[in-house]
């Protein structure tokens, strides 16, 4: 069998491999001087070229490098703790980094294939004899990962919004282009420039584009790569990249995700091997020059969990934030992506973005994608207004359920649900402007209510936050008002959810509770994910508490807004029932009319009638609404 033949391949290759390192290693054992750390020291000023560091696997700093002894230059090897590392770091720092030409390329080159070749045979061996099918295949090219260098064609052009971040990025470009400039001016560029901002936002996108206006290669890896498949790689993956990357000089490196290497040592939450991998990449900042070429541009979306050794001069010494697109943002996110497709001239992308508050540049793609598919599936030319409505819900909660069958009961619950949302969303000055609300299941909501703030403000008052809460917990209010207090459904769940955490940030974080403006919880704990700070148990029970009571007001404010208009929560919940989903011109009519708009009256007619039909036998199959 084929698997067979491939094992014995590789027992033999490994076998071979052995005994040509225990050769190499014996030879090398005598050309290469083994330097205490306090040999080091002693001898520093006899070191010839450029000093290697390597960070092993174990946490030791490995520092290779030529001395003089008469007119002859030997070889050494320190291996150092990280403690005596950093302290004679300085002592050597300008000669760590670019590679010192080798006496002997092949040894180096068998030298550092044997533990690949190993790694590689041992794992293909124990995997084939594992699994009888053999995904030896995969194996090679799983473990054949490097950095991947792309050339980009992305330009500043084809990133939409973002204006003051790019502007500053031109600088970058410019020196991509001609680093002599700067050097002989004696300026000091940036090595690193962090980019924070929540996923989607285009900080790839914008890595990219300073490369694509520079010319210049990129070479991008995302920071769980370098962790992935074997534990431990990750220095010498970092090594890799950033070898590969001064070969290649002027480029970009690109890591994406780099909390997931940078978080802070000694953290709890921190491991050996990820630090392992962060010691190695402070090393590689710290040793290509300056002006070395090579600009490393990295993104997360928690600057304050990274250690802040990265953060320091020299290494990523200048932060863009990026935030979510703004309305005027979306508008030309939107027309950019919707330049290579056939749209129908009747669409106002103003009123879409005004529909798609919270999207990320990604999803605003993604929107206009999903119009797309729409269009191609039902072999239509052109992308219309309904598409991109529909393209928008998916977007939000992955394809509508039309055949699930929502029971009569159901359907009747949730119209007064969302219609309890919005009700608040009307009534509350400081709460969000309905935009359209549906009771057509998405994913794993029954329905849902879409608001946008009424002022694109960055800050929010305490009045805002109360009417957010009241909002959120309006549904569930609906819900006792006309059910009563014992039929409350578990439709609320995510609804408080959301109220619980805004009523916890504004105790233990914005100081706006009879606790006072102590701060119970600092940014990188809510980071990490964790909803108590290091508190006593007294400070605990206050807290919990205190959340409970602005829980407990701001439901009172939903209770007596949606009775205060039981009138107009009715017949929301009415047009729901007919239409399904109802726009917030209809919302607004009702709220100024107090009646049923007229496409739900006619609709309710036809319904009505078509009941009545099959009530009499007309009709015999039934709309999957109406099925149970
Ligand atoms: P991030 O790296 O911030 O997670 P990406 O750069 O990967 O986000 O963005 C994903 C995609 O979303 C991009 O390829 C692009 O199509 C789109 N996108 C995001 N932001 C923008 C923007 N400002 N302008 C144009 N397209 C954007
Ligand atoms: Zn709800």
């Known amino acids: 069998m084929k698997n067979k ?8 290759l490994i076998l071979i491999a052995i005994i040509i390192g225990i050769v190499i290693y014996n030879f090398q054992q005598g050309t290469v001087t083994k330097w205490t750390a306090t040999d080091l020291n002693n001898n520093i000023d006899s070191i010839e070229g450029d000093v290697s560091v390597n960070v092993t696997s174990t946490g030791l700093y490995v520092v290779e490098g030529y001395y003089r002894s008469g007119d002859k230059l030997y070889q050494f090897r320190s291996v150092l703790d990280q403690q005596d590392y950093y302290r004679f770091k300085d002592l050597f720092a300008n000669k760590i980094g670019i590679n010192y030409d080798k006496d002997s390329p092949w040894l180096d080159l068998a030298r550092s294939l044997i533990p690949t070749l190993l790694y590689l045979g041992v794992m293909i061996w124990f995997l084939s004899s594992m699994t009888k099918g053999g995904m030896g295949g995969g194996m090679f090219g799983a473990n054949k990962q490097r950095p991947r260098e792309t050339k980009s064609d992305v330009k500043f052009k084809d990133v939409a919004g973002i204006n003051e ?35 989607g936002t285009g900080k790839t996108l914008l890595a990219k584009a300073v490369a694509g206006e520079a010319g210049v290669a990129f070479f991008s890896m995302a920071g769980s790569e370098f962790e992935e498949m074997f534990v431990g790689l990750g220095a010498s993956r970092v090594r890799d990249l950033f070898g590969d990357a001064k070969k290649t000089a002027p480029c970009i490196i690109f890591i994406d995700e780099i909390d997931a290497v940078g978080r802070k040592r000694n953290a709890s939450l921190g491991t050996g091997t990820s630090e392992q991998t962060l010691n190695q990449l402070l090393v590689e900042m710290d040793g290509f020059g300056t002006n070395s070429g090579v600009i490393v541009m990295a993104a997360t979306n928690r600057v304050d969990v990274l250690d802040p050794a990265l953060l320091r001069p020299g290494r990523f010494d200048r932060t863009i934030q990026i935030s979510l697109p703004d309305i005027r943002e979306r508008e030309e996110i939107l027309k950019l992506h919707a330049r290579n497709k056939s749209v129908s001239p009747e669409i106002d992308w103003k009123r879409i973005a005004e529909r798609t508050p919270g999207f990320s540049g990604a999803q605003l793609e993604n929107v206009l994608n999903e119009a797309a598919i729409l269009v191609v599936r039902e072999k239509r030319k052109m992308i219309t207004i309904n598409d991109i409505d529909e393209a928008i819900d998916r977007v939000v909660g992955g394809p509508a359920k039309k055949s699930r069958a929502m029971t009569l009961n159901d359907k009747k619950i ?13 009534k509350l000055r400081s709460a969000s402007k309905v935009q359209k609300v549906t009771i057509i299941p998405r994913g794993n909501a029954g329905g849902y209510t879409i608001m946008t703030p009424k002022d694109e403000s960055n ?19 609906a819900e006792e008002i006309i059910f009563g207090k014992e039929n409350v459904t578990t439709g609320a769940h995510d609804d408080l959810d959301k109220a619980t955490n805004i009523a916890r940030k504004m105790v233990t974080q914005f100081g706006m509770s009879s606790l006072g403006l102590t701060k119970y919880l600092t940014m990188a704990e809510e980071a990490y994910g964790q909803t108590k700070g290091v508190y006593s148990d007294e400070v605990a029970y206050k807290i919990d508490n205190e959340i409970n009571t602005i829980l407990e007001e701001c439901y009172k404010i939903s209770i007596k807004t949606i009775n205060e208009h039981k009138d107009i929560l009715e017949l929301i919940a009415e047009s729901l029932r007919v239409l399904e989903t109802i726009t917030a011109e209809q919302i607004d009519y009702i709220n100024k009319n107090k009646k049923l708009p007229n496409e739900v009256l006619f609709e309710k007619e036809r319904k009505d009638k078509e009941d009545k039909k099959r009530e009499s036998g007309e009709i015999l199959e039934f709309e999957p609404d109406e099925e149970n």
């Open 459 to 477: 800050f929010s008052s305490k009045e805002d936050l109360f009417a957010a809460i009241a909002g959120y917990l309006g549904g569930r209010a």
């Open 165 to 199: 971040e790019k502007q500053e990025l031109f600088e970058l470009v410019d020196y991509l282009k001609n680093p002599n400039k700067y050097a002989q001016m004696g300026a000091r560029v940036p090595k690193g420039v962090l980019m924070e901002g929540p996923p």
């Open 5 to 12: 033949k491939t094992i014995w391949l590789w027992v033999i």
């Open 414 to 426: 949730v119209s007064y649900h969302e219609a309890g949302h919005a009700l608040i969303g009307l």
